[in-house]
């Protein structure tokens, strides 16, 4: 019998090769429809749903499409549209996400979209999650929540920069101070994270534990977890969609599935 789940997602965790304590990675900010992860950090990515993702073959052409899709010098209006398509809000629109106010050069903008070259070429495989987040979460987090739980299979993604890439990247985020058109970027670091106690959304943070424990920073150990939330291993990430449909009953997806 199939697993039910509510989605397929697939997200990168980006850092430097020489030093991988270091991370490149999101906050949700105030404006996110579920209090729970307000102020939460989350790897960049995003989800299999939506007419965006109708050609999307499988979790890293997700990857590679939200990356595209979401770092940028353009701060539109936000909207919880794709969290409407999941169930987990209703649509709306909302402040966008804030920056600098410096406006990038034809240097600055060759730059953004030569990283997201390299970031989406540099994607390698970690493996497939579950993340369950229970409705007792959210209620603990918003006691007027009415939104049901859910779980999630997600497909995780390494992407080890080189010294160059790096400094690139850090250099562009201290100029615009966010280049994402959906969250807040920033960089961090484990230990920074460990000492402002900050978590992470979603179930992610099981995973940086993990990913953080196999390159052998054993104070990983002590990473800050959200209360409730499971997070089980499922393997490598699958080669196509259709191979994740034959062993997950997905309840959101893109059309005409």
């Known amino acids: 019998m199939k697993r ?18 270091q991370i490149f990675i999101e906050m949700k900010d105030d404006g996110h429809p579920i209090k729970l992860v307000r102020h939460q950090l989350c790897p960049i990515g995003g989800n299999w749903i939506g007419d965006a993702a109708k050609n999307d073959r499988n979790p890293l052409a997700t990857f590679r499409r939200e990356l595209h899709e979401e770092l940028s010098f353009d701060h539109p209006m936000r909207n919880s549209v794709e969290l409407a398509q999941m169930g987990m809000a209703k649509a709306a629109s909302f402040a966008p996400t804030p920056s600098n106010e410096v406006t990038p050069t034809v240097v600055d903008i060759f730059l953004l979209n030569q990283l997201k070259e390299t970031i989406r070429d540099s994607a390698r495989p970690f493996g497939d999650y579950l993340n369950t987040v229970p409705r007792e979460a959210l209620d603990a987090a ?25 400094d690139r990247l850090c250099k562009l985020q201290k100029k615009f101070g966010n ?30 534990r993990q990913f953080w424990l196999n390159m052998e920073f054993h104070q990983a150990a002590q990473l800050p977890l959200v209360p ?17 449909l034959q062993l997950y009953d997905v309840a959101k997806m893109p059309p005409p599935f």
């Open 228 to 244: 409730g939330l499971e997070s089980v291993p499922q393997g490598r990430p699958l080669n196509s969609y259709d191979e994740y």
């Open 179 to 208: 280049l994402s058109n959906e969250s807040i970027t920033m960089v961090t670091s484990l230990d920074e994270i460990l000492r402002t106690n900050t978590k992470t959304a979603f179930g992610h943070d099981r995973v940086l």
């Open 4 to 21: 039910r789940i509510t989605n397929i997602s697939a997200v990168g965790i980006i850092y430097p090769e020489y030093d991988p304590s």
């Open 142 to 166: 918003d006691p007027a929540n009415k939104r049901d739980g859910f779980t999630s299979l997600a497909s995780y993604w390494t992407v080890g920069l080189n010294e160059l890439a790096w």
